[in-house]
């Protein structure tokens, strides 16, 4: 079962390896720190497989329609082929048709002409439908080769980011230290801000247990110089990549809460409470 989860799932196996591996060592992550990484590379993963499902599907739908503007291409071209053999016909049969006043000739003559003027403008017709179908498989064509850069480029993505997450999670999982811990969450909020994988942060601020709203909300991810300020005051709602943050509350310009309590934004939705001493 665990072969079979490993295979499905790479990024699970960097974590049940690493864990086989801290306990030969001697070894063993914080529990929190392994609850972290654990469900990060869950959604990691999710993120890569529904991003790689998504590709597939798009390629197999742009391949499919241009089975069908191919067909239809060459319905047409059969369709300009057997008019043009239409107007061939009648012209050879002009060619045998009874010269000179008899009513034969005449009759000849005068269902030629009309013929003609019928299969001129289904020609003409056919002609402009093998245009536009040509048009239209070559528009297929392009999209079909779109969506298969855009598969390349998915699955090379998926592989850069399991091979950076295996290697910082498997040296952490070793040797489990602060500094290799920090290298692999930096790691994953990385490869989760390329990936967009998110969470729905809900930020508010209280006093003495009582909410107080109106405070500027400042954050920047753990061991950050980088700061930002959020669009309104609290309650304020964020979308935050996953990993660890610092977030405060400020007033008139200054810090009302701590600026150096860490949060873990982990799930797709969290919740935040500032305690303001100010």
């Known amino acids: ?27 063993s992550p914080r529990q929190d720190q392994m609850d972290f990484v654990k469900t990060a590379l869950e959604r990691l993963q999710q993120r890569m497989s529904d991003e790689k499902a998504k590709a597939q599907a798009d390629l197999q739908a742009a391949t499919a329609e241009g089975v069908q503007a191919r067909r239809r291409l060459e319905a047409a071209i059969g369709q300009r082929a057997a008019e043009e053999q239409r107007m061939a016909d009648l012209d050879a049969l002009e ?38 179908a040509r048009e239209t498989v070559q528009s297929k064509e392009a999209e079909e080769a779109r969506a298969q850069e855009r598969l390349r480029l998915v699955l090379q993505q998926n592989a850069s980011a399991t091979a950076a997450l295996s290697f910082t999670t498997r040296s952490w999982q070793k040797n489990p230290d602060a500094k290799l811990f920090h290298d692999t969450a930096r790691t994953i909020t990385l490869e989760a801000t390329l990936l967009n994988v998110t969470s729905a942060v809900t930020v508010s601020t209280l006093k003495n247990n009582v ?56 799930k797709e939705k969290e919740e935040v409470k500032l305690n303001e001493l100010k």
């Open 1 to 27: 079962m665990c072969l079979i989860l490993a295979i499905r799932q790479p990024l699970l196996a960097i974590a049940l390896i690493g864990l086989i591996s801290a306990m030969t060592y001697g070894q």
């Open 95 to 132: 060619r045998i048709a009874p010269n000179g006043p008899a009513k034969g000739a005449v009759w000849a003559t005068d269902y030629v002409n009309k013929e003609r003027v019928v299969a001129t403008g289904r020609s003409s017709e056919a002609k402009r439908a093998e245009e536009s």
């Open 211 to 266: 909410s107080n709203d109106g405070a500027t909300i400042k954050y920047k991810l753990w061991e950050s110089d980088n700061a930002f300020a959020a669009n309104g005051p609290t309650t304020t709602k964020l979308e935050l990549t996953i990993g660890y943050y610092n977030i405060w509350a400020e007033r008139n310009g200054t810090a009302t809460s701590k600026t150096d309590d860490v949060f873990r934004i982990l």
